[in-house]
Structures are given as C-alpha cells and as structure tokens.
C-alpha cells in the first residue's frame, strides 16, 4: 500500500534553532514529492522535488529528494516564530489523477 | 490573483442534515480537487475534476457524498445526509495542468453533532 510518514510529528525548538524535518515515502510510479505549509488555514505550497540529490531553496528553508533510499528532508535554518506551522508532505499517485497521498503533518512550534 | 477559495469556513449541523460545500478554484484551473481531514489523520483525497467531468472519484467515502461541478467553474460538495463521522475539514485544491502543483483553499470545518 501507497503512504508517506513523516517524522517527528511534533517539534518545538527555540528562535534561532535548526531544525530537519523526514518524509519517506512508499509508492508505486514515483514522480514528484511536494512540501506544504499549513498556519491556520490553506497549505501552501513551498517545493516540488522530483530530482534525486538536487536541493530546492527559498531563503531559509532548503529541501532535497533521495529517490535511492525513498525520503526527502525539509530544513528550516535560524528559526522564527513566524515558521511555527504543520509541514505537510505529499506525493502524487496514480497514473492519469494526480491525487496527493499526504503525510500525518510535523507540527513545529517556535518559541522566542 | 485570487486563490482557491471555499464556503462557508466552518459549519455546524446535526447528524442527518445536509449540508453544501463550496470551492471555486483560481481563475483558469481546469483540475479541481476535493480532500478530507478528520481529526487525528492525515488529509485524504476525495475525488478531482477536469473541467465539469470527473476523473477520479476513488476517495468518495460513500454514496452520501455528491460531488458536482456543472459548467467546469465552481465546485460543491453535499453531504446528505450527514453522519457523525463526517465531520473534518474538507479542502478544495486547484491546479492548472493535472501535472502542476495543485493550490490549497483554506478548507470548510464541518462539525456534525
């Protein structure tokens, strides 16, 4: 059976803190992996990884894929409050219906 | 550009009432998604939409779910009649090709009492 699990499910680090967020993932027909951010209400979209060992960066989160051993991590470097959130990954199953098969969600709180 | 956006935000009723739900997806976005997340699990897909066809409606939990999306725009989703266990909160996503990232809305929060 298709999922994905992340890992921690929960996280609460202080201000100025790295942290790295898991995703690994078992599925048939892999073709991408997404990265969401979820406050209080819409996911946003962060990443779409679809290449093994390539990072994607956007100011102080960085992601990469590693298709070899199935997993993609999410790194969040000098933490803010700003980024406390549910951190969702997804990925795309199916041929013809690109449906999301998401994870449990890695609530991380920052605190000052 | 506005994003996806959904009706209403939350929404309580009883067990055997129905209820709509509502998505209009961004401006142009063929692929309509409906997802569901109920507490303490991951959010699940519920069905997508080409245009006004359904393409994949293998989430549907049961025939008390109806999904519509008549003239390719605007979505709605009904529960009739409602059960406890429906209660979670539904997101709507869209997307512009069936391969591009899909774009969340904020999601309905439906409690049944």
């Known amino acids: 059976e298709d999922k994905v699990v992340q890992s921690p499910l929960s996280l609460v680090v202080h201000e100025g803190d790295t942290v790295t967020l898991n995703c690994s993932y078992e599925?048939?027909?892999?073709?991408?992996l997404l990265w969401y951010k979820q406050e209080k209400k819409a996911p946003t979209f962060l990443f779409m990884l679809?290449?093994?060992?390539i990072e994607k960066k956007s100011g102080r989160l960085s992601s990469i894929l590693d298709k070899k051993e199935l997993f993609s991590i999410l790194n969040i470097t000098a933490t803010q409050t700003g980024d406390s959130a549910v951190y969702l990954c997804?990925?795309?199953?199916?041929?013809?219906?690109?449906?999301?098969?998401f994870g449990k969600g890695t609530k991380l709180s920052v605190i000052p | 550009e506005a994003g996806v956006t959904q009706f209403p935000s939350h929404s309580v009723i009883e067990k055997g009432q129905t209820v709509t739900l509502r998505c209009d997806p961004i401006?142009?976005?063929?692929?309509l998604y409906w997802y569901r997340r109920v507490m303490g699990k991951e959010i699940k897909f519920l069905l997508h939409?080409?245009?006004?066809?359904?393409?994949?409606e293998s989430g549907m939990p049961n025939n008390r779910f109806l999904a519509e999306r008549t003239g390719g725009t605007y979505s709605t989703l009904k529960v009739q009649p409602a059960e406890l266990e429906d209660s979670g909160v539904y997101f709507c996503?869209?997307?512009?090709?069936?391969?591009?990232?899909?774009?969340f809305g904020p999601g309905t929060r439906l409690l049944v009492l």
């Open positions: 996503a869209s997307s512009l090709t069936i391969q591009e990232t899909q774009y």
């Open positions: 599925v048939t027909n892999f073709r991408s």
């Open positions: 679809t290449s093994s060992g």
């Open positions: 997804a990925v795309p199953l199916r041929a013809g219906s690109y449906q999301l098969t």
């Open positions: 401006s142009g976005h063929d692929n």
């Open positions: 939409f080409v245009k006004e066809s359904k393409q994949d």
